[in-house]
């Protein structure tokens, strides 16, 4: 394990004061959390045969995040996503959705009328990721202009 995550001894807390609502997001340490949850021994995603690995790629992807966040106010359709997540082709909204289904984050049901219908919606797993989609939103959001400045540098 990670020396930094082991030697961790306090709670970080981020507050994030967006359009003046407060945001607080609180982070414990690994060490603690595995305390609380021994099943975490079992599941470590540092050693590089553990599956949790592809779940952290789908939900840490920038295009999963934006389709998570979309959903959050209820199903949509293919075209309603695609018109929030501006940027995203057809193709990669096709092939993000389905690895969500996939995953059990979201939900697709196909109505029989006509034309055909398709909605999607979080379900109660989708649903329990949104706080941490959130807090990266909010995080890019607030540090976007600091990290270009770094870029530029």
Same mark, same amino acid.
Request: aromatic share 6%.
């Given at each position: 394990?990670?020396?930094?995550?082991?030697?961790?001894?306090?709670?970080?807390?981020? =507050?994030?004061?967006?359009?003046?609502?407060?945001? +607080?997001?609180?982070?414990?340490?690994?060490?603690?959390?595995?305390?609380? #949850? !021994?099943?975490?021994? /079992?599941?470590?995603?540092?050693? *590089?045969?553990?599956? /949790?690995?592809?779940?952290?790629?789908?939900? #840490?992807? *920038?295009?999963?995040?934006?389709?998570?966040? /979309?959903?959050?106010?209820? !199903?949509?359709?293919?075209?309603?996503? *695609?018109? =929030?997540? =501006? %940027?995203?082709?057809?193709?990669?909204?096709?092939?993000?959705? %389905? @690895?969500?289904?996939?995953?059990?984050? @979201?939900?697709?049901? #196909?109505?029989? &009328? &006509? !034309?055909?219908?398709?909605?999607?919606?979080?379900?109660?797993?989708?649903?329990?990721?949104?706080? !941490?989609?959130?807090?990266?939103?909010?995080?890019?959001?607030?540090?976007?202009?600091?990290? +270009?400045?770094?870029? /530029?540098?």
């Amino acid at each position: 394990m990670n020396a930094e995550f082991e030697s961790a001894n306090a709670t970080n807390v981020a =507050q994030i004061d967006m359009a003046g609502s407060n945001r +607080e997001a609180t982070v414990t340490n690994i060490r603690d959390a595995k305390r609380k #949850s !021994p099943q975490l021994d /079992s599941v470590t995603p540092f050693k *590089k045969n553990c599956p /949790s690995r592809n779940l952290l790629d789908t939900i #840490s992807d *920038k295009w999963a995040v934006l389709i998570l966040l /979309s959903l959050e106010n209820g !199903p949509q359709r293919n075209g309603e996503i *695609k018109d =929030q997540v =501006q %940027g995203i082709t057809p193709k990669m909204l096709t092939q993000r959705l %389905g @690895v969500l289904v996939e995953d059990g984050l @979201v939900t697709r049901t #196909s109505h029989a &009328v &006509v !034309p055909p219908r398709v909605d999607y919606q979080l379900t109660d797993l989708g649903a329990s990721v949104i706080e !941490p989609c959130r807090a990266m939103y909010f995080w890019a959001v607030e540090n976007i202009e600091q990290v +270009e400045a770094y870029r /530029s540098a």
